[in-house]
Each structure stands twice: as structure tokens, then as C-alpha cells.
């Protein structure tokens, strides 16, 4: 049964709805606007939200204004007895509604409203579950790519988007999925990158000028590949931005600097030369220590929140070994995964993907894996 709230300041009309809905309705009454709000902030799946125009305290319009604001699903319906045309745009313009109606209202007509704009929750509702459905799963595609053309990036893509998420925590950042989903498909780009300059990159061997100007386009591929995803628009375009250093010393193609550089491309940043630091040899309180040197270039919240997590996390880990068989998707990888001819097929610090786990399983089919494999467990 759809929840509905009525707001009136009129008790024997708000009561009366009441007695007339509540068997078709799970059915809330508020006298006040005020008290309305605050019912909504503590419950926030009203399928509809009906109010008198003319309240004291706050008009109907600016009340049903806020009920968007609070949540943004439900339909909103406006209850009038001042039916003129200033009163219609304001309610159009300003609340957002979905009907207008004058008091005093059938209930005939009341009902069949009522009825429409639950068809209209039902929908919308339906439109965002499959948008989100079609979000999750062309990130899914896209981050299985990236395991497939080179494990050393998946592995990078992982581990940006669990320091990715612990920064924005530290920030304060409530709504972090854009900051987690950036960094794990920032370097998407990459697919239109020959693989040997990629090895190369990630093995932390010297680029030609060539090589170097063809890595640092996969920002812009990247932008390109993701600018016609529903809902990736903002990181597609934050994701231009992360070789930008905040002061400005060095910048893309579209110049930004300081907080005028998105937040994402600001923590991309800052995560970028982080692992450069460490693929270079250096353990990670020696990569946060290199980048300190030059804290000009990066956003001193950002880097603060990175430093926090790297010196802070004393929890440590414990290895153990397991067999082939009871390697599972999200274990990390404590030494590199071989063949028993030393192929080497994952390297060390690799998290195992579902397409990663399915490859090594198919391979083991024909070649013999060096068993037993050493994972990296975290301390409790």
C-alpha cells in the first residue's frame, strides 16, 4: 500500500480525506507545513504529497517546493480554492506539481488523481531502477575491460577506488559513488593504448616522447568513451583533469587550476603519482614522503586525507596459502600467480576479478598452476 501525506491546516477537511483514503492508502496528516517537513525528513518514501495553497506560516507552493528538495520521487499535488492563472504558474514554476485542483474537490476526482500520480511514482521509480541497473552494469563492462587488456591496470583501478572512497570519507564527502566509480574507470582511456607502452608505464620503464604523449591522452579517450553514459557525465569530464596540478606548474589540454579542477580530478591527481611513486620501488610511506616534496602541486585536503590513511593504517595484513581450487573473486594476490614453468600469469598484489579468476581457471585446464597460492589476508 503507497504512502500519502495530506496537509491542510484545516482539521475537519484533512480528516475527512483521511476517513475516505486510508482503506486504498497507507495515509499520513499533518496541519502544518513545518510539521509536514519533518515528518518527510524521517520518512522518505511518500508515493504523494497533497497541500492546501493558502496555510499559514508557509503557502502551499513554497511548502511542495521543499517536499522536491527533500525527495525528489515524490509527486506533488496542490489543493486550491484560489484558481487563478497566478496561482497555476506559480504552482508549475515553483512546486513543480504534478496537478492542481480547487476546493472543493470531488472525491471522485480527488481519487482518480491520486491513483495517476501513483502510476507517476511507480514510474519514475521504475526509470531510475533500470538506470541504475544500465549504470552498474556498463561499469562492470568497462572495469572487466580493463582486467582483460592489462591486470596491472585493474589492479591499480581497484586499489584507487578503495583509497578513492577512505579519502572522500575523510573529506565528508556523504554521496561518494562518483568519487569511487571515477577512480576505478579513470584510466579507461587506456584501451586505446598500444599494450606495449602500457607494460612499459606500469613497469616504470623509460617512455619515449612518443610513448609518453600516446599514455597521456587516455584522459581525453577516457572523456569520449564515458561523456554518453547516463549519469557519468560529471566524472567523465573530471576525469580530464587528472594530471592537473593544483598550482597550476602543469595542466591539460582544457586549463584549470586550484578548486576550479573538479574534486574527483583533484583526488586522480594526487592517487596518480602516488602509484607512479610506488611502481617505482618505493614501499608507500616512502611514495607519500616523495610526494610531500612537492605539496604545492596537489590539494592540501586531498593530500592530507591520503597521507592519513597510508601512516594510519596499522591494521597490517597476514598471508596464507590456499589451493587453486578455493581461489575466490576479491582475494589480493601476496606473490605473483604462475604456471609451474614460471609463466607468469597475475602480479604480485593483483585483486582477483571475476574474469581474472574464470581466465586462470581456464587456463589451469592446459597448463599446470603453481600451487599453493600465497594471498594476503587483513588482520582483524
Known amino acids: 500500500m503507497h504512502k500519502i501525506l495530506l496537509v491542510d491546516d484545516d482539521e475537519n477537511i484533512l480528516y475527512g480525506y483521511q476517513r475516505n483514503l486510508r482503506t486504498k492508502f497507507h495515509v499520513n496528516v499533518s496541519t502544518s507545513a513545518a510539521e509536514a517537513l519533518g515528518i518527510i525528513s524521517n520518512i522518505n518514501d511518500f508515493a504523494v504529497v497533497i497541500s492546501d495553497y493558502n ?148 613497469k616504470n620503464q623509460p617512455l619515449t616522447k612518443i610513448d609518453e604523449n600516446l599514455f597521456y591522452s587516455h584522459p581525453e579517450i577516457g572523456k569520449s568513451l564515458l561523456t554518453n553514459i547516463p549519469r557519468l557525465e560529471n566524472i567523465a569530464e573530471a576525469i580530464l583533469y587528472q594530471y592537473s596540478d593544483y598550482n597550476g606548474s602543469a595542466n591539460t589540454k582544457e586549463f584549470k587550476v586550484g578548486d576550479n579542477i573538479p574534486l574527483l580530478g583533484r583526488i586522480l591527481k594526487v592517487l596518480n603519482d602516488f602509484n607512479d611513486a610506488v611502481s617505482s620501488g618505493l614501499d608507500e610511506l616512502g611514495a607519500i614522503s616523495k610526494l610531500e616534496k612537492n605539496y604545492q602541486i596537489y590539494d592540501s585536503e586531498v593530500f592530507a586525507a591520503l597521507d592519513a590513511e597510508v601512516k594510519g593504517a596499522a591494521a597490517g595484513y597476514s598471508y596464507e596459502y590456499i589451493d587453486l581450487r578455493n581461489l575466490k573473486s576479491g582475494m589480493v594476490l601476496a606473490e605473483g600467480l604462475s604456471d609451474v614453468n614460471g609463466v607468469l600469469l597475475l602480479p604480485k598484489g593483483s585483486e582477483i576479478s571475476d574474469v581474472s579468476l574464470i581466465r586462470v581457471l581456464n587456463y589451469a585446464k592446459v597448463r599446470q598452476i603453481k600451487e599453493p597460492i600465497k594471498i594476503l589476508e587483513k588482520k582483524s
Open 55 to 202: 496555510m499559514p506560516g508557509m503557502k502551499g507552493v513554497e511548502f511542495l517546493s521543499k517536499v522536491k528538495e527533500l525527495s525528489p520521487d515524490t509527486v506533488r499535488i496542490l489543493l486550491t480554492g484560489y484558481a487563478d492563472v497566478k496561482t497555476s504558474i506559480e504552482a508549475v514554476n515553483e512546486g513543480n506539481i504534478f496537478r492542481l485542483l480547487t476546493k472543493p474537490c470531488p472525491q471522485e476526482m480527488l481519487l482518480q488523481t491520486i491513483y495517476q500520480a501513483v502510476q507517476q511514482y511507480n514510474l519514475i521509480n521504475s526509470e531510475r531502477e533500470l538506470l541504475e541497473k544500465t549504470l552498474h552494469g556498463s561499469i562492470k563492462v568497462l572495469v572487466d575491460i580493463l582486467a582483460v587488456i592489462n591486470p596491472n591496470l585493474f589492479n591499480m583501478a581497484k586499489r584507487n577506488r578503495n583509497l578513492g572512497k577512505l579519502i572522500a570519507a575523510r573529506l565528508g564527502i556523504k554521496n561518494s559513488w562518483e568519487i569511487e566509480v571515477g577512480c576505478l574507470i579513470s584510466h579507461i582511456g587506456c584501451i586505446g593504448i598500444p599494450s606495449e607502452i602500457l607494460d612499459k608505464k606500469f
